[in-house]
């Protein structure tokens, strides 16, 4: 084996010691492979330390003279041999040639005691294509390329999109760590696949990207067909996003607001009287028998504080974006351009928090409805999954979540699945996000956490065991990740591109439409393992 890099030389099956070699680096999350007869093992390094000969008390002597001046020239005897570094490593992979087909498996020996390890390199990660999901690869979700620890390999990391999506996507990291660049680079790349569609509720005004110094989706070259935006301002071509008052249900105002039980029912009373304009009915105190005076007027002084709206000489005045008029179809267009497998963009930079989080609870209720109504038919098979991408998941999957608990985002989280919708849910704080919904979202891609109660929380909930990569995770540099999922087999490093390199790329996508319509596109290697349901 050429290109030694270092010898395994003690440890067990959970922390592989390595002595270095001389003039070589081990760098923290490196790859490493220790070859065998018929297999190879794939090492990733998560711990570095200090290994040597010579004994505490004489090496604080020669620091000691050295440092006050006493015999510079002074050194060890063959000091390469008596002071070297040590890496921490652990078995992510063993890979055996199973009928000239490498096949990946989870590792169940160690490999052999003294063997040889070299850097890993792009052959070694053949396995990772498989033949037999050459339709899922149709589906491929890409994330990047693989890492070893700062160093990329030309080898793209294709997650099976439907399966990962429908069972939601976890991205936590600190701030400026790149989440919404990931997010943008993962949405861009299915940007024009019908098999998905995204509701991305976006307040900071990232995703879109109107100007050249902002770069988003409307870059993509198929933006066009496969993108909307919905805003306050929306630019020529694109939607206002004005919601009619009577659009909303009692289930929206229940989902966020704190009401009384004399509030539900005067809610209730309202709605059966009249379905279509019970809203306006109640917030200009049309008279409902039942319903009391001071329950309506508490009422009422909550929806005019929610919606920016108000009574004046018995009419309706909006002062925000939900409308006594217009904005009738806004809610609907929207649904039909998910089912369109389309990104839609809701642009709520100019939004309230609360009013934010109302305006995506009617959509995603809106799609949950509709999903469960198909599945019930059995149409759900025609339609896209879709995904919903929430900035700051914790404000309504949290412990302490902005809006009602078993919110629609709740129930999304833990039933979506079955209805093919699924969350990409953003956060800062996976440690306040409960542990049975941290379970239930099957991909997390970390980026760099400094947070050790956060790094926690993610170690604990990972599909892999990560027990031994805290350092690996707050070593992460920006753009860094580590995908740990139930549809890969081991926690996979990862870089990310950046954005705005992968629009310039895909300038020259006119090419890869015209190579695909001749069925020459070629998907590169895929990580996936099958999960039904
Ligand atoms: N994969 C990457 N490669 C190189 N640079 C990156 C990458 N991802 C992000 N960056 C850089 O880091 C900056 C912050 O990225 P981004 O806004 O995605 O982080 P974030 O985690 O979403 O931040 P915040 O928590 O503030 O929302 C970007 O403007 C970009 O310059």
Redesign the pocket.
């Known amino acids: 084996m050429s290109n030694i890099i270092g010898r395994i030389v003690s440890g067990d099956f959970e922390d592989i010691l390595i002595r270095q070699k001389v003039d070589e680096e081990i760098e923290m999350g490196d790859l490493l492979v220790a070859e065998a007869e018929e297999s190879y093992s794939l090492l990733q390094v998560f711990d570095l330390t200090y290994g040597s000969q010579i004994s505490d008390k004489e090496k604080n002597l020669i620091a000691g003279m050295k440092l006050e001046g006493h015999g510079e020239e002074l050194d060890f005897t063959e000091p390469e041999l008596s002071n070297y570094i040590i890496g921490h490593a652990k078995n992510l992979v063993t890979v055996k040639d199973q009928n000239n087909n490498e096949t990946p498996y989870s590792p169940k020996k160690l490999p052999g005691f003294f063997s040889e390890l070299r850097r890993i390199k792009e052959e070694d990660l053949k396995f990772m294509e498989n033949q037999d999901r050459a339709e899922k690869n149709d589906r491929a979700l890409t994330t990047g390329k693989i890492r070893s620890g700062s160093k990329v390999l030309d080898v793209d990391v294709n997650l099976p999109g439907e399966d990962v999506l429908r069972h939601h996507i976890l991205i936590p ?1 600190s ?8 997010v943008k680079v993962m949405i861009h790349d299915l940007l024009d696949e019908d098999y998905c569609g995204f509701l991305v509720i976006d307040p ?1 005004g ?1 995703y879109y990207g109107e100007e050249s110094s902002n770069p988003g989706l409307s870059d993509h070259p198929k933006s066009a067909d496969y993108l909307s935006l919905y805003s306050p301002d929306p630019p020529a071509g694109e939607s206002s996003l004005i919601i009619n008052i009577n659009q909303l249900r009692p289930s929206d105002l229940r989902n966020v607001m704190d009401l009384s039980d004399a509030q539900n029912e005067a809610i209730a009373a309202y709605f059966q009287d009249d379905e279509e304009n019970w809203l306006e009915n109640l917030v200009t105190g049309k008279d409902i028998k039942g319903v009391r005076d001071s329950t309506l007027s508490a009422l009422q002084r909550k929806i005019y504080v929610y919606l920016s709206v108000s009574k004046e000489n018995g009419d309706l005045n909006c002062e925000g974006m939900f409308r006594s008029e217009g904005g009738e179809s806004t809610i609907d267009d929207i649904l039909s351009d998910l089912e369109d497998s389309k990104a839609v963009v809701l642009d709520t930079s100019n939004l309230e928090d609360r009013v934010e989080l109302l305006v995506g609870s009617m959509v995603a209720n809106r799609i949950f409805n509709q999903y469960k109504n198909y599945k019930n038919s059995g149409d759900l098979d025609e339609n896209p999954v879709i995904s919903t991408v929430l900035e700051e998941a914790p404000r309504v999957i949290g412990e302490n979540s902005m809006i009602r608990s078993g919110n629609v985002f709740e129930k999304i989280a833990r039933e979506g699945r079955k209805f093919k919708i699924g969350l990409t849910a953003i956060t ?1 704080l996976p440690s306040v996000i409960p542990k049975e919904i941290l379970a239930n979202m099957n991909t997390k891609i970390l ?1 760099g956490m400094e947070m050790n109660t956060e790094r926690k929380s993610l170690v604990d909930s990972a599909s892999q065991d990560l027990s031994k990569d805290e350092r690996n995770i707050a070593s992460l540099d ?2 860094e990740a580590i995908i740990t999922s139930t549809f890969t087999n081991f926690a996979v490093p990862i ?4 954005f705005e390199e992968t629009i310039t790329e895909s300038d020259n996508d006119e090419d890869k439409y015209r190579d695909e319509d001749k069925g020459e596109e070629v998907r590169t290697e895929h990580l996936g393992i099958n999960m039904e349901d």
Not at 175 to 182: C, E, I, R, V
């Open positions: 990291a701030t400026g760590k790149g989440k919404s660049n990931l900071h990232e800062q980026l920006i753009g870089k990310i591109p950046l």
